[in-house]
T-cell receptor, first 114, second 117 residues
Framework: DTEVTQTPKHLVMGMTNKKSLKCEQH?????MYWYKQKAKKPPELMFV???????INESVPSRFSPECPNSSLLNLHLHALQPEDSALYLC?????????????FGSGTQLSVL | AQTVTQSQPEMSVQEAETVTLSCTYD???????LFWYKQPPSRQMILVIR??????QNATENRFSVNFQKAAKSFSLKISDSQLGDAAMYFC??????????????FGTGTRLQVTL
């Protein structure tokens, strides 16, 4: 199994809603990442978890709350989002958070905030 | 901070022909890694090829090869015998050597490759 699975694939939410994005991998990877990608732009790193501990938070607003309940799962909890938060949210994993490691990406969750 | 520049927003190649995508980067570091990722319409980012900066030999993966010029800070991707399935957005990316803290992947702005019959 060399897949990173993200659910849901699409999500529409209002600014007052609370929702969660889910990411799962069963490759035994110990580093997991959240990226945000706006249309026609490159992905931008949001968070990095290494061995289930948050190691990078790229000054992301608190309305985005990551969670890594175990080594296979990564969640992104969303609350009180703004329309400008509409984007593709990509999850990725790697064996470790090392510079030479190959990142495996999921197909993303396309989020629309109304 | 490192920056990655892809000066070609769009490229087109005929099937079976060869195309080269350009990438330059700016860094003061001597040890780092460079990558080319492909993002087809399925949206999944897929690693195409990886180059270690300390290696002079250019990386190759089947029909994909790079021309790595460290002094010029240039890292171009050559796709030979282009196939329809190669149509995608291609991102060049840089990652610095891990110095004990997590390091991040910095992407260029991407080149959209179209493959025509």
């Amino acid at each position: 199994d060399t897949e990173v699975t993200q659910t849901p694939k699409h999500l529409v939410m209002g600014m007052t809603n609370k929702k969660s994005l889910k990411c799962e991998q069963h490759m035994g990877h110990r580093a997991m990442y959240w990226y945000k990608q706006k249309a026609k732009k490159p992905p931008e790193l949001m968070f990095v978890y290494s061995y289930e501990k948050l190691s990078i938070n790229e000054s992301v607003p608190s309305r985005f709350s990551p969670e890594c309940p175990n080594s296979s799962l990564l969640n992104l909890h969303l609350h009180a989002l703004q329309p400008e938060d509409s984007a593709l949210y990509l999850c990725a994993s790697s064996q470790r958070d090392e510079e030479n490691e190959k990142l495996f990406f999921g197909s993303g969750t396309q989020l629309s905030v109304l | 901070a490192q920056t990655v520049t892809q000066s070609q927003p769009e490229m087109s190649v005929q099937e079976a022909e060869t195309v080269t995508l350009s990438c330059t980067y700016d860094t003061s570091e001597s040890d780092y890694y460079l990558f080319w990722y492909k993002q087809p319409p399925s949206r999944q980012m897929i690693l195409v090829i990886r180059q270690e900066a300390y290696k002079q030999q250019n990386a190759t993966e089947n029909r994909f090869s790079v021309n790595f010029q460290k002094a010029a800070k240039s890292f171009s991707l050559k796709i030979s015998d282009s196939q329809l399935g190669d149509a995608a957005m291609y991102f060049c990316a840089y990652r610095s050597q891990n110095t004990g803290t997590a390091s991040k992947l910095t992407f260029g702005t991407g080149t959209r490759l179209q493959v025509t019959l």
